[in-house]
């Protein structure tokens, strides 16, 4: 027992290391957040300390600090250290508890020791080999690991789940491992590629991760794309109008000269009113300041008049953004794409409202529009049934990356999605 109470020891303070280090997007700063995970290695020690009071068997000991060790720490990473969205957490947790899984049985097949128990060989292998990944991981992985983990807009629940499984899977290995006596070289054998086919899938579950960052980036790339070609449409439709305009100038003006003569004011005033409302028509309305935001909004005003869809904008925002141009577009495309629809699936009179300003350091955004009586939520979350609703984990994502919130409700054939995003430059740095 004092054996295996040493290499608890050991173990805790690496999970204080690890933890700490582990942290990609912390809640707090760095001293809170390295007190926190040392006052939870403190007290998992202490817990571990009146366990071993209690003369509970050598296995018993070890699989109840195995198991209290990975819920402690996790719940405390998940509740108190991360800000990350949870399920990034938990793929972040339970990677790590595999490796830790892993260095746990590697050691007690390479020494042939059971519960995790032994003497300076033990304990000189688990400090080498967690110096040794925790070097190779600040070394060589947390940055592309952190650019990854902020990026991953898609798969999160499935990565997290794959990894969560991975973990379970090693423990049962761990378990097996040490309540199986004869450790010949065959168990060996067995048990080493066990654990590297599941060094394997999460090798996987990271080119995965990669893979969705990719298609994401190429979604964002075909968004500019479709916004550039409107813009390139709306200029020529300016250059055209405005030789239009030159050229039947010289033609209104005869009209009008020749009811000024006849002194006939009514039907000048008419006249200029109509010329009026029709070159209104030839050109965009100005709805913002920023120019990429009113071209996304002209389109899509046409797009709506194009399926009898009445649409009405009111957008307040400057020129300049804490929030980028890229997330501003995909966030007013995405939800306009759902309005526009959501209103396709209603017979009766169908409308689309937005409105968005800036006020102080957030911008506010809401969106109205007409929606069949059918939505369905989860957790507050519309849920989609004829598409995949990349749409809204979209604008989930922009949010938790400005720390803003979004809330959705749909009541009397209104479908209403309203958006806080805090307007803060240091959050593209």
Request: aromatic share 12%.
């Amino acid at each position: 027992m004092y054996e295996a109470f040493i290499t608890n020891i050991v173990n805790n303070i690496f999970h204080v290391i690890w933890f700490y280090n582990l942290v990609l997007e912390p809640k707090h700063h760095k001293r809170k957040t390295l007190f926190i995970t040392v006052l939870t290695g403190i007290v998992m020690q202490l817990i571990i300390l009146i366990s071993a009071q209690l003369g509970l068997p050598k296995r018993i000991f070890f699989v109840s600090a195995y198991l209290l060790t990975a819920i402690v720490f996790g719940s405390v990473f998940l509740f108190l250290l991360s800000a990350s969205n949870p399920l990034k957490a938990v793929f972040l947790i339970s990677s790590y508890y595999c490796l830790w899984t892993f260095i746990y049985g590697l050691i007690s097949l390479a020494t042939h020791t059971v519960a995790g128990a032994g003497g300076f060989a033990v304990w000189g292998l688990r400090i080498g080999l967690n110096f040794l990944f925790l070097f190779l991981y600040r070394r060589f992985f947390k940055q592309t690991l952190l650019r990854l983990y902020r990026q991953m807009q898609s798969g999160c629940g499935m990565t997290a789940c794959i990894s969560s499984l991975t973990f379970v899977m090693m423990t049962i290995l761990l378990f097996y491992n040490e309540y199986h006596k004869d450790k010949n070289a065959a168990h060996i054998f067995i048990m080493t590629l066990c654990y590297l086919f599941m060094l394997i899938v999460h090798m996987l579950l990271f080119y995965f991760m990669a893979q969705a960052n990719h298609a994401h980036q190429l979604r964002l790339m075909q968004m500019h794309e479709q916004l550039l070609k409107a813009q390139m449409e709306a200029y020529e439709k300016i250059e055209r109008n405005a030789r239009q305009t030159r050229h039947d100038f010289r033609h209104h003006n005869m009209v009008v000269m020749e009811l000024a003569e006849r002194q006939d004011y009514k039907n000048i005033l008419q006249y200029l009113a109509e010329y009026e409302r029709i070159e209104d028509e030839k050109f965009d309305r100005k709805f913002s300041k920023n120019y990429a935001v009113n071209s996304l909004i002209s389109a899509y005003m046409r797009k709506a008049q194009q399926r009898g869809i009445a649409m009405s904008a009111e957008i307040r925002l400057d020129k300049t953004l804490g929030v980028s141009d890229v997330d501003l577009v995909s966030i007013f495309s995405n939800i306009l794409e759902n309005a526009v629809n959501g209103c396709a699936r209603v017979t009766t009179a169908r409308r689309i409202g937005i409105v968005a300003q800036q006020k102080n350091a957030m911008i506010l955004l809401k969106c109205e529009n007409s929606c069949a009586d059918d939505i369905h939520f989860c957790n507050g979350i519309p849920q989609s049934k004829d598409h995949e609703g990349i749409g809204v984990e979209s604008i989930l994502n922009i949010v938790e990356k400005y720390s803003g919130d979004v809330h959705f409700t749909a009541e009397n054939g209104i479908f209403c999605c309203s958006v806080l995003l805090r307007n803060c430059s240091h959050f593209e740095n």
